[in-house]
């Protein structure tokens, strides 16, 4: 099993910045780790993902040149380091890990979940 933990969640201004972390225990894999949001009302979509061993990303369009996902293996933490936030970026956000080596963009690819972290944009 992996066990993952979210936190750096919380409450910033329009335009603001925030950095989430996502650490990562338990089994070794050279898969992937992503983050996804939930906003209050809507199904939880894809904001990017890394591949642990390459550190090749993938972005969901909307949040392109916003955010960057990053890792740090010796840490054994993923970090989503997140610019220009927008009101509509408030959600909570949810690491996720896949042990595939295809680029998972959709929930149902991804293996273990985090607890999941609060971020508010208030505009």
């Known amino acids: 099993h992996v066990q993952l933990q979210a936190s750096g969640g919380g409450l910033v201004q329009a335009g603001g910045s925030l950095r989430l972390s996502c650490a990562a225990s338990?089994?070794?894999?050279?898969?992937?780790v992503g983050w996804f949001r939930q906003a209050p009302g809507k199904e939880r979509e894809f904001v990017a993902t890394?591949?642990?061993?390459?550190?090749?990303?993938y972005y969901a369009d909307f949040v392109k040149g916003r955010f960057t996902i990053s890792r740090d293996n010796a840490k054994n933490t993923v970090y989503l380091q997140m610019n220009s936030l927008k009101s509509e970026d408030t959600a909570v956000y949810y690491c996720?890990?896949?042990?595939?080596?295809?680029?998972?963009?959709?929930?149902?690819?991804?293996?273990?979940w985090g607890q999941g972290t609060m971020v508010t944009v208030s505009s």
């Open positions: 890394i591949r642990r061993s390459t550190g090749i990303t």
């Open positions: 996720a890990a896949s042990i595939s080596d295809a680029t998972p963009i959709l929930r149902g690819e991804y293996d273990y």
């Open positions: 338990g089994r070794t894999f050279s898969g992937y």
